[in-house]
Structure formats: structure tokens, C-alpha cells
């Protein structure tokens, strides 16, 4: 069966949707965030004690909650894909499939405007998630997570995962999307999540400060939005937390403390001196 054919077999049917989205969730989650446990806190973990952002290792029963609560986030994921064909199949998405209907430019042009927008989302939901009424009963169970593992990804209550899963059709009402665009977003953001919540830092040291590439959010930064709740609500760039003077004020210091690279053992042994290294003049 061709793949656009097995693509519509499966949209014909909301319950097949379902599943098939549920799957698709499901797997993603498996493949990022168990590659990520079982790199850096299996095979990796000795080598890469230099760059745990928190000390300690997540408890066995804050990984159970983590995987119990994506497991439900994936059913509500799954559920508005259902609602999402739904309203294409009635015309009102503009969901489509094939990329010579807007050409190429437009859909790498589109992939960078489902980001952004997504961005721009993420912040602000997520900012008004911690208002006290809404973060005392939704993303406070987020939040249990103080030395997040990468099963936290998406270890949400059910109404913060309907919060983050709506913005795509919400989109696709006003902005042509093509299926691959949904999907290459899909993996971004999967990959930022899971390494927002990895514990590790990957990235190399000065990249934080970097003029061009600290507009890209490191580990360290929502690492820190775990820690200390009430700054770094950003999830890709560091575009809407430095407009609204969020970030934590520390934030760059905590970046390089945790990427400094190692001293080498006559750096250990004989610091570099600091002093004037003149001969002191004899007293006559």
C-alpha cells in the first residue's frame, strides 16, 4: 500500500487515529527519552559526573510517576489529533500533504513559523500555569520533578497537556502546515524537552554567552526553572524570558560551572601565580 494510502487508511477512522497517534507519541517518548536514561545515566554516567547540573540521581518512585502521568499526557496528545482530523476532514484545518501545493521555500518558511509560534505559546502558557490558582492544582504535579530525568519530558496533569497539545490545530486554522512540518516539529520538540530535562549538560562551555547561539535555551536553563520554579519559562530560544526579564539572575554563571572544562593535573598542582612576578629589589 503506498504511503499516502496508508496515510488516509488510518485518518478514515478516529479510532485508528487514535492509536496510530498514540503510538506514534508513545514510541518518541520511548526513543528519545529512554536513549537519553540509558546514555547518561547507564553507560555514561561516571564519565559524565562533571556535567550533572543537580547532584543525586532521580529516586526509582519520581521515574514511575514520570512514565505513569506522559502515559496519560500521550492519550490526551492522541485525542487531539482525532479532534485535529476531524476538523480538517470538515475543512476548517489547512493541513496538507502535498509539498507542491506551496513549494519548498514555504514549507521550511512554515516549519520556522510553527517553532516560533510554539515558542511564543509555550512561554506564556506556561507563565500563567504558574499563576498560584492554576500551579497549585495543574502544573505543580509538573513540578514534583525538583532533579527532572528525561521521563519527565512529559510527566504533565491531564489540563497542562491539553494546554501544550492544542496549540497545533489552533495553527493549522490560520496557517497552512504541511504533515512532514507537523512531524520534523514534533521531533524538535521532543528533543528540546527531553534534554530540558536530561540533568546533564551537553553543551560546550561559552555557549550560553555566545552573541549568536544563547538565544538557543541550554539544559541548564529549565533544569534551573525545576529548582527554582519561578524564572526560566522558556522552552527553545531565550528570546521571550530576556524581553520580560526572566531569566534567572544566575543563569549564565550556572552554565559555566557546569561545562567548565576539567583542570589538567599541573594546573591542579602549580596554579598559575598572580603576583608580580618582578624580582623584589634587596633592601640596601
Same mark, same amino acid.
Given at each position: 500500500?503506498?504511503?499516502?494510502?496508508?496515510?488516509?487508511?488510518?485518518?478514515?477512522?478516529?479510532?485508528?487515529?487514535?492509536?496510530?497517534?498514540?503510538?506514534?507519541?508513545?514510541?518518541?517518548?520511548?526513543?528519545?527519552?529512554?536513549?537519553?536514561?540509558?546514555?547518561?545515566?547507564?553507560?555514561?554516567?561516571?564519565?559524565?559526573?562533571?556535567?550533572?547540573?543537580?547532584?543525586?540521581?532521580?529516586?526509582?518512585?519520581?521515574?514511575?510517576?514520570?512514565?505513569?502521568?506522559?502515559?496519560?499526557?500521550?492519550?490526551?496528545?492522541?485525542?487531539?489529533?482525532?479532534?485535529?482530523?476531524?476538523?480538517?476532514?470538515?475543512?476548517?484545518?489547512?493541513?496538507?500533504?502535498?509539498?507542491?501545493?506551496?513549494?519548498?521555500?514555504?514549507?521550511?518558511?512554515?516549519?520556522?513559523?510553527?517553532?516560533?509560534?510554539?515558542?511564543?505559546? #509555550?512561554?506564556?502558557?506556561?507563565?500563567?500555569?504558574?499563576?498560584?490558582?492554576?500551579?497549585?492544582?495543574?502544573?505543580?504535579?509538573?513540578?514534583?520533578?525538583?532533579?527532572?530525568?528525561?521521563?519527565?519530558?512529559?510527566?504533565?496533569?491531564?489540563?497542562?497537556?491539553?494546554?501544550?497539545?492544542?496549540?497545533?490545530?489552533?495553527?493549522?486554522?490560520?496557517?497552512?502546515?504541511?504533515?512532514?512540518?507537523?512531524?520534523?516539529?514534533?521531533?524538535?520538540?521532543?528533543?528540546?524537552?527531553?534534554?530540558?530535562?536530561?540533568?546533564?549538560?551537553?553543551?560546550?562551555?561559552?555557549?550560553?554567552?555566545?552573541?549568536?547561539?544563547?538565544?538557543?535555551?541550554?539544559?541548564?536553563?529549565?533544569?534551573?526553572?525545576?529548582?527554582?520554579?519561578?524564572?526560566? #519559562?522558556?522552552?527553545?530560544?531565550?528570546?521571550?524570558?530576556?524581553?520580560?526579564?526572566?531569566?534567572?539572575?544566575?543563569?549564565?554563571?550556572?552554565?559555566?560551572?557546569?561545562?567548565?572544562?576539567?583542570?589538567?593535573?599541573?594546573?591542579?598542582?602549580?596554579?598559575?601565580?598572580?603576583?608580580?612576578?618582578?624580582?623584589?629589589?634587596?633592601?640596601?
Amino acid at each position: 500500500m503506498p504511503l499516502t494510502d496508508a496515510i488516509e487508511h488510518v485518518l478514515a477512522d478516529p479510532w485508528r487515529v487514535f492509536f496510530a497517534g498514540y503510538a506514534i507519541h508513545f514510541l518518541r517518548y520511548l526513543v528519545l527519552a529512554g536513549g537519553a536514561w540509558v546514555l547518561f545515566y547507564v553507560l555514561f554516567r561516571r564519565a559524565m559526573t562533571a556535567r550533572k547540573i543537580q547532584p543525586g540521581r532521580p529516586a526509582a518512585t519520581q521515574i514511575r510517576r514520570e512514565v505513569a502521568l506522559s502515559v496519560i499526557s500521550f492519550a490526551i496528545f492522541a485525542a487531539v489529533g482525532v479532534l485535529t482530523v476531524a476538523l480538517q476532514r470538515r475543512g476548517w484545518l489547512m493541513l496538507y500533504y502535498n509539498v507542491n501545493d506551496y513549494g519548498w521555500g514555504y514549507f521550511a518558511l512554515s516549519l520556522v513559523a510553527l517553532v516560533l509560534i510554539h515558542d511564543a505559546w #509555550f512561554y506564556w502558557t506556561h507563565r500563567l500555569m504558574h499563576w498560584r490558582p492554576l500551579f497549585r492544582h495543574v502544573h505543580a504535579v509538573h513540578h514534583r520533578s525538583h532533579n527532572p530525568s528525561p521521563w519527565a519530558a512529559f510527566s504533565f496533569h491531564p489540563v497542562e497537556a491539553l494546554i501544550h497539545a492544542i496549540v497545533f490545530p489552533l495553527v493549522v486554522i490560520v496557517m497552512p502546515v504541511h504533515l512532514y512540518v507537523a512531524g520534523l516539529w514534533l521531533l524538535y520538540m521532543t528533543i528540546m524537552n527531553v534534554g530540558g530535562h536530561l540533568g546533564y549538560e551537553l553543551l560546550p562551555h561559552g555557549f550560553a554567552r555566545h552573541r549568536l547561539l544563547g538565544w538557543h535555551n541550554t539544559t541548564v536553563h529549565h533544569d534551573m526553572h525545576h529548582s527554582h520554579v519561578g524564572c526560566n #519559562f522558556s522552552l527553545y530560544f531565550n528570546l521571550w524570558d530576556r524581553l520580560m526579564g526572566t531569566n534567572h539572575a544566575d543563569y549564565l554563571d550556572a552554565v559555566d560551572a557546569v561545562t567548565e572544562p576539567p583542570r589538567t593535573p599541573e594546573e591542579v598542582l602549580c596554579p598559575a601565580h598572580t603576583d608580580d612576578p618582578s624580582p623584589t629589589r634587596a633592601a640596601s
